[in-house]
C-alpha cells in the first residue's frame, strides 16, 4: 500500500514547541491519529481527529488538519523532556471488511535541556 | 495502562521453529488486532478479529495465522520462522469494528529470532 510520510527526527529544546508534520495516503480517512511510543513500551493513543474538523487542542497539544493537501500536524506547546519518545501518525483505512490503522514510519522527537 | 495484555513480553526462538503470541483485549472490547513494527517494515496492519470472526487482513504472511476465542482473547501463530521476522508484535482492541473507534494498544511481545 502507499506510505503515511513523515519525517524521521525532530530535535527541540525544552520550553519551545515542537511540530511534528504527516503527510496520509487516503482523503477518504474519517479518523486521523497521533500515537506516542516510548523507548522499550507499547504505543500510547494521544489524539485524534475527525476528518470534518481542521483543528483540535487537547492541553498542550494541537492537531491540524489540511484536508486538501492531507496533511495532518501535531503540534506540542512547552515541550518537556519527558515528550522525547517517538510520534506515529496513523490513518484509518478501509481494509477488506474492517478498519485498520495505516502508520507513518514514526518522527523520534528528541528534547534537549 | 491501556487494558490490553500480551505474553509473552520476549520471546527468542530459532530459524524453523512455531511460536504462539496471546493477546487479551480490553474488558468489552469485541475486535482484536495484530501489528507487526519492524526497523525496516515500520508499523504494519496483519489481521483484526472482531467476535470471533476474522474481519480483516493486512500484510499478513501465509505462515502466519490467528485466531480469537470464546473468551475474545486471540493467539497468533508464527511458523517456519526466518529471521527476518525479529520484530515486534502489537495487539490492539476496540469495541467494535466502527473507523471513529480507537484501538488501544497492548505492551508488545518482543519476538527475535535466531
Known amino acids: 500500500g502507499e506510505d503515511v510520510e513523515q519525517s524521521l527526527f525532530l530535535s527541540v529544546r525544552e520550553g519551545d514547541s515542537s511540530v511534528i508534520n504527516c503527510t496520509y495516503t487516503?482523503?477518504?480517512?474519517?479518523?486521523l491519529y497521533w500515537y506516542k511510543q516510548e523507548p522499550g513500551a507499547g504505543l500510547q493513543l494521544l489524539t485524534y481527529?475527525?476528518?470534518?474538523?481542521d483543528m483540535k487542542q487537547d492541553q498542550r497539544l494541537t492537531v491540524l488538519l489540511n484536508k486538501k493537501d492531507k496533511h495532518l500536524s501535531l503540534r506540542i506547546a512547552d515541550t518537556q523532556t519527558g515528550d522525547s519518545a517517538i510520534y506515529f501518525c496513523?490513518?484509518?483505512?478501509?481494509?477488506?471488511?474492517?478498519?485498520?490503522?495505516?502508520f507513518g514510519k514514526g518522527t523520534s522527537l528528541l528534547v534537549t535541556p | 495502562d491501556s487494558g490490553v495484555t500480551q505474553t509473552p513480553k520476549h520471546l527468542i526462538t530459532a530459524t524453523g521453529q512455531r511460536v504462539t503470541l496471546r493477546c487479551s483485549p480490553r474488558?468489552?472490547?469485541?475486535?482484536v488486532y495484530w501489528y507487526q513494527q519492524s526497523l525496516d517494515q515500520g508499523l504494519q496492519f496483519l489481521i483484526q478479529?472482531?467476535?470471533?470472526?476474522?474481519?480483516a487482513k493486512g500484510n499478513i504472511l501465509e505462515r502466519f495465522s490467528a485466531q480469537q476465542f470464546p473468551d475474545l482473547h486471540s493467539e497468533l501463530n508464527l511458523s517456519s520462522l526466518e529471521l527476518g521476522d525479529s520484530a515486534l508484535y502489537f495487539c490492539?482492541?476496540?469495541?467494535?469494528?466502527?473507523?471513529?473507534?480507537?484501538?488501544?494498544f497492548g505492551p508488545g511481545t518482543r519476538l527475535l529470532v535466531l
Open positions: 490492539a482492541s476496540s469495541p467494535g469494528t466502527s473507523a471513529q473507534e480507537t484501538q488501544y
Open positions: 487516503d482523503s477518504s480517512s474519517t479518523y
Open positions: 481527529i475527525f476528518s470534518n474538523m
Open positions: 496513523a490513518e484509518s483505512l478501509w481494509s477488506n471488511s474492517g478498519y485498520a490503522l495505516n
Open positions: 474488558s468489552g472490547d469485541l475486535s
Open positions: 478479529y472482531y467476535n470471533g470472526e476474522e474481519r
